[in-house]
């Protein structure tokens, strides 16, 4: 196979690359950072593409594992985090004391239109923004890339599996909360 | 029987592990006999598919020029030095 130049792969799927970095780890620069350095190391490993996927699917490959690696040189302080997290403890106030809901749910009417679902992706983008660093990671890696529970633990501290299932739940929780109030219930 | 604090946690759990037998049941229970967490189970699975679509969503966002060119020079260096090796 011939060698194919890291600067058409810059040109061909740059965009593609930067818009996967950039969903998951939330920083344009890092996202930058990241497809600077997917690309060099397919550059490096091209002898190991096989020719089995697509090239755009190979180096999108390589970006995960980057992504992760990321992850990992940026461990979270576990200490700061748990206070982040427990702060303004959204649970205390949607439950009571025996753990039943202290407010009757609304029924959420699903944006429907394309303009509708355009500014309601905006809040939802607002209300992840506004979770917890953590809290974020979590919803990203564990629920859209669907990394294995103990690379998740490992990755962002959790001591077991039941704290991250725990911590998840809260997260939604927290989103759940933030869209209804900003979304539903301006209605 | 558990309360509705913990089913909101199952319900959650369940969208990325497979719960036992018994607990499913009970969930399904639940979610049949109470309007407010069935409620919440609906509104878990519309975010879960919104969260799916984000990367869509983001279609009009590319990298910048200066981030490109950027990235560009680093590359033909990097190519140029491991030719020359």
């Given at each position: 196979m011939t060698q194919q130049s890291p600067e058409t792969w810059l040109n061909d799927y740059g965009d593609l690359l930067y818009r996967y970095a950039l969903l998951r780890v939330r920083s344009e620069t890092t996202a930058e950072d990241l497809v600077q350095e997917t690309l060099l190391a397919g550059f490096v490993s091209w002898?190991?593409?096989?020719?089995?996927?697509?090239v755009s699917t190979w180096l999108v490959g390589i970006l995960k594992h980057k992504i992760i690696d990321f992850f990992r040189k940026h461990r979270h302080e576990v200490k700061q985090i748990q206070t982040d997290e427990l702060a303004d403890d959204i649970l205390a106030y949607q439950f009571d004391n025996e753990g039943n809901w202290q407010v009757d749910l609304v029924e959420w009417d699903m944006p429907d239109t394309q303009m509708n679902q355009q500014q309601f992706s905006k809040i939802f983008n607002m209300c992840i923004s506004r979770l917890p660093q953590r809290m974020a990671d979590l919803l990203f890696l564990r629920?859209?890339?669907?990394?294995?529970m103990t690379e998740c633990c490992d990755l962002l501290g959790f001591e077991s599996d039941n704290q991250l299932w725990v911590t998840l739940s809260r997260t939604r929780v927290k989103l759940r909360q933030c869209l209804n109030t900003h979304w539903f219930e301006q209605g | 029987m558990r309360h509705c604090k913990q089913i909101v946690d199952l319900v959650s759990q369940e969208m990325e592990s497979k719960l036992p037998w018994s607990i499913r049941m009970e969930v399904k229970m639940h979610l049949l006999m109470c309007k407010n967490c069935h409620r919440y189970a609906k509104q878990l699975k519309f975010m879960q598919a919104e969260l799916n679509t984000l990367e869509q969503n983001l279609n009009t966002v590319s990298l910048a020029e200066p981030a490109k060119e950027r990235i560009k020079k680093t590359l033909t260096l990097a190519i140029n030095e491991s030719t020359n090796d």
């Open positions: 002898d190991k593409f096989t020719g089995k996927s697509s629920s859209i890339e669907n990394v294995p | -």
